[in-house]
C-alpha cells in the first residue's frame, strides 16, 4: 500500500505547476525518476511511460508543417497526468470494483487512449509498444493518444456509471 501512495503522489505533481510550464516540468520530472536509482520499481515505470509518450508527441508534432504551439504541448501533458491519475484511482487502486469491473474499467481506459490518436502513425507497433507489452503493463496505453480527448471521453465514461 505504500508503494500505492508514493504513485498517487507522482502522478499527481505535475498538477500544481504553471500552465505554461507543465510539459517541460513532467518531462524533466520523469526524466529525473528514471536516472534516479532509487526510485520506486512503479513510479519508474510510470516516468518511463510519461517521458516516452511525451518525446513521441514533441518530435511528431515538429515533424508535422503546422506551427507546434507550447500551449498545445501543454494540454497533451497536463490530460495526460491527468488520464492516468484518474486510471490508477478509479481503477488500479479501487477497492470498491469486483475483478469483472476492474478489467472493464481497464479496457475502458485502455479503449479511450487507442480510441483518440493524436497522429496519422502507421508505424503501430512502436505506439502500441505499451499495450501490446502483456497484462502487467501498469500503464497499456498508446503513445500516440490525443490526451486531452481520451481525458473526455473516459470522464464521459465514469460519468455515467455514476448514475
Partial sequence: MKHLLVLLFFLGVGCHVSAQDIFNTVLDDAKKVINDTTSNVLVAKIAQFKYTTLQYIKKKSFEGEGDVTKEFLDNQAYYMTEFLSTFFKSALLNTQLTKSEKKNRIMSFIDASGSNPLFNETETDIVNAYVENGEG???????????????????????????
Fill in 137 to 163: 503493463q501498469l500503464t497499456p496505453f498508446s503513445i500516440n493518444t490525443d490526451w486531452p480527448k481520451a481525458y473526455a471521453a473516459i470522464r464521459s465514461i465514469l460519468d455515467k456509471e455514476k448514475k
